[in-house]
């Protein structure tokens, strides 16, 4: 009886907590489209200022020597172009998939920083929609099989084991 009362209130929690996917999904996804037109403008001005001198990017870059400072910023700058070409492969990605299809590119929610920010201004909403149900329902299963799994794991070296039948 415990097991079951446990086992409910773990479909529960699961139901409620990935209920919320679509939501918080869609709050990433417009906070990564914020990060992208950020990164952007630097692009483009590094760009622009690299063209001005008749020089490629990664020609730009590799000048970019010399002094402790120079080479911090060609690293800094590196990293930005490595981080903006990913947010823009996952904007990509995720800026016209429905729920579904953002649950299943799940992996392109992973910007630490945009994750962060959609999590600090995000607000938990009741599923109204038919996403949101379905997101519900299927966490509640998940979270009911998780611990009913867990719970059977734990109680496996208890069980009592059968006895063959006398005269068998």
Do not use: C
């Amino acid at each position: 009886m415990i097991l079951r009362v446990v086992a409910l209130a773990g479909g529960l929690l699961g139901g409620a907590t990935a209920s919320q996917f679509p939501e918080f999904s869609q709050q990433y996804t417009q906070r990564l489209g914020g990060a992208v037109d950020a990164l952007s403008e630097v692009v483009a001005d590094f760009d622009t200022s690299a063209a001005s001198a008749d020089l490629t990017r990664d020609e730009a870059l590799a000048q970019m020597q010399g002094t402790a400072f120079l080479d911090s910023r060609r690293a800094d700058m590196t990293r930005t172009f490595t981080r903006y070409d990913g947010l823009r492969a996952d904007l990509d990605v995720l800026e016209n998939a429905g729920p579904f299809m953002r649950a299943y590119h799940a992996t392109r929610l992973s910007d630490r920083e945009v994750a962060r920010a959609a999590l600090t201004a995000f607000e938990p909403a009741v599923p109204i929609n038919l996403a949101g149900i379905i997101f519900a329902g299927t966490g509640f299963f998940a979270g009911l099989i998780a611990v009913w799994i867990f719970f059977k794991t734990l109680l496996w070296p208890l069980r009592r084991r059968r006895r063959p039948a006398a005269g068998a």
